[in-house]
């Protein structure tokens, strides 16, 4: 990690020149090209916003005519005493999405016909007990009395995305708005969260966080003040401390450009990164422009680095393999920065499941049609920092990709899985990482690494002598050798320290991947070298797909629809077993994992255990 932006962020006097310099704000802002009539005829008519409109118009109707459930004390304290927060959170995000189709059905289509219903829900908004998620806040009732603050005074991610989320509702809706529901807006976001964050000393833990919620927390908090703060001496020391949030949140990213989170916290945090940095630069008639510089370009063209074509993405963390790049957030970096980002669709209202305002209203203003689908290029990337090696072939537009990984096991959102890998095929990633489980509190805490997901034992990488791998900083990769070759790559990883095993001496992962274009074929041959203290060791290699493989006297085979896997082994040295194990994706999808496991039969010292994977792409 790097401890300062190579261009550096503006300080103090700086911002606060160009805060106090400042041109009034338009009616509207950001957002004031909605008040503009021709503009909202524009978007109206224009073809790749059809459905988008299409899907507020129906959501403000279903608010209009569906009765809002309530967010009962039994559903706040679900989190408390299960662990469960989906029930709570169906509630809580249900209301935010009702709010951006009403706000935005009236605003693109200038009409007053939902004000009531609008203004009934801001005000039952403005009534919530808390606007951070139970999830987010101390755990019974002990813990909140001695937290520094209520539960009505924690800044988490919602509570911020609600504040910026009101804040460009007062703005958009101007004079429709009642003055009361104004008035009531305007003290509910300082007091949540104008008052806990800038009026005290005292910080929240994410402003120094080197991950999505210091960017998140912190960008949200200051579109909200850019609106509602009229006093430019005090906002202009409220962006101060936002931008040296901004500061911490960079300072996550390796050299390389790398998002340790994974590709969908790239979007989450980056994306509000730049939301927040192009309001500022508007804010300030340009004088404070936060995107124009080299770090933030190497940041943007993550997207490019870690693509496997068709919506996918290598996807080592808590990130699944398809994610939508917003396209607002993709054409605005793609026209500001001048990058590729692959892949862009045209925006839906709900491609966000839990409605976050800035994503919504930015794939409204932002999205740009010449940006879609922009083509996959075959490249081979060295994220040096991260330790991750990425080798992508587009042969007749399918891709035929390799991913390894190094780094530690004390990342943002970190799984214990030093040295998995994956390959992908035709649309396929027939051996895959799993992703993010479902999150609840135990996922967060002290069960973390017992879930599949997130444990080393839901990742291609041994059992040694029945331990698997331990988390921590002090359990990481420590890279050997990385060579980028005319036909592939070969990566050299040192995982000893990955394992807790005293009689583990030494283990060296090495992977070499060969290209062979004309046959539409690619090779990888993995081995793993060890030395233990005594010849009693145990040594099982795991290998986990979401296809379930079959066995051969002496390979295994991975068949998918466009490609297929055949991984070949001695069986003199190991034994082969296929388990299926039964979980859950993310948003509680069941799914089949099927776990290769090749258990070496000769118990020696120094065993040397190689595997030969053939990968074919199918015509």
């Keep these: 990690m ?12 700086v911002i606060r020149e160009a805060i106090l310099g400042a041109p009034p704000l338009p009616a509207g802002f950001p957002l004031n090209t909605l008040h503009d009539a021709d503009m909202r005829q524009q978007i109206r008519a224009t073809d790749h916003l059809q459905t988008f409109l299409c899907g507020i118009r129906i959501e403000a109707a279903r608010a209009q005519e569906t009765p809002l459930e309530p967010l009962s004390f039994s559903l706040f304290r679900l989190f ?48 919530e007990y808390t606007w951070a998620l139970p999830a987010h806040l101390p755990i019974g009732v002990v813990q909140v009395r001695e937290n520094r603050l209520p539960p009505e005074q924690v800044v988490d991610l919602f509570a911020a995305h609600t504040a910026h989320m009101l804040a460009e509702t007062v703005s958009l809706l101007g004079p429709q708005m009642p003055d009361f529901l104004r008035y009531r807006v305007c003290v509910e976001v300082e007091r949540r969260l104008f008052k806990p964050i800038f009026s005290d000393p005292h910080h929240f833990w994410w402003e120094s966080a080197l991950m999505n919620w ?54 989450y945090g980056f994306g509000f990164f730049v939301y927040f940095a192009e309001m500022l630069s508007t804010f300030t008639a340009g004088q404070i422009d936060l995107l124009q510089t080299e770090r933030v370009k190497q940041i943007a063209v993550f997207p490019q680095v870690v693509s496997l074509g068709g919506g996918r993405f290598i996807n080592f963390s808590d990130a699944p393999e398809r994610v939508m790049i917003h396209p607002g957030l993709g054409s605005h970096l793609s026209t500001c920065l001048s990058i590729s980002i692959p892949d862009l669709k045209p925006p839906q209202f709900d491609g966000d499941h839990i409605f976050r305002w800035g994503h919504i209203t930015r794939d409204l203003l932002w999205t740009d049609r010449n940006m879609f689908d922009l083509p996959l290029t075959e490249d081979t990337y060295y994220l040096h920092d991260l330790m991750w090696v990425i080798d992508r072939r587009v042969w007749s537009g399918s891709t035929v990709a390799f991913a390894a990984k190094g780094g530690h096991n004390d990342e943002p959102h970190n799984h214990n899985d030093l040295g998995h890998f994956i390959i992908h095929v035709g649309g396929e990633s027939l051996l895959a990482d799993l992703g993010a ?183």
């Design 80 to 127: 408390e005493t299960t662990g469960e927060r989906a029930d709570f959170e169906r509630v809580y995000f249900d209301r935010r999405r009702r709010l951006a189709g009403l706000v935005l059905t009236s605003v693109v289509d200038h009409t007053s016909d939902y004000l009531t219903t609008l203004s009934d829900l801001i005000w039952e908004i403005c009534n």
């Design 2 to 13: 790097i401890s300062k932006l190579a261009a550096g962020f503006p300080n103090f006097r």
């Design 437 to 619: 489980g479902i999150y609840t509190r135990q996922y967060f805490r002290e069960l973390r690494y017992e879930f599949l997901h997130t444990g080393s034992q839901g990742h291609s990488v041994p059992i040694i002598n029945g331990m698997t791998q331990r988390a921590g900083v002090d359990h990481c990769a420590v890279p050997r050798h990385y060579e980028n070759r005319a036909d592939g790559v070969a990566f050299v990883l040192d995982l000893t320290r990955a394992y807790d095993d005293s009689a583990l001496e030494m283990f060296v992962r090495s992977f070499e991947w060969s290209v062979h274009a004309m046959e539409r074929t690619a090779v990888l041959r993995l081995t793993d070298t060890f030395k233990f203290s005594s010849s009693s060791c145990q040594i099982v290699e795991n290998f986990v797909s979401l296809i379930q493989p079959a066995i051969t006297e002496n390979s295994v085979v991975w068949q998918g629809a466009h490609g297929r896997v055949v991984m070949q082994f001695d069986p003199a040295d190991l034994a082969a077993e296929i388990q299926m194990l039964e979980t859950q994706m993310h948003h509680g999808e069941p799914v089949n994992v099927y776990r290769l496991q090749m258990r070496a039969k000769r118990l020696i010292q120094n065993p040397i255990i190689a595997f030969s994977f053939r990968i074919d792409l199918l015509p």
């Design 214 to 267: 210091a960017s998140v927390c912190g960008g949200c908090t200051g579109m909200a003040a850019m609106i509602l703060i009229e006093d430019r001496e005090r906002l202009a020391g409220m962006i101060d401390r936002i931008v040296r949030t901004m500061e911490c949140f960079f300072d996550g990213f390796g050299a390389d450009g790398g998002c340790p989170e994974g590709i969908s916290y790239w979007v």
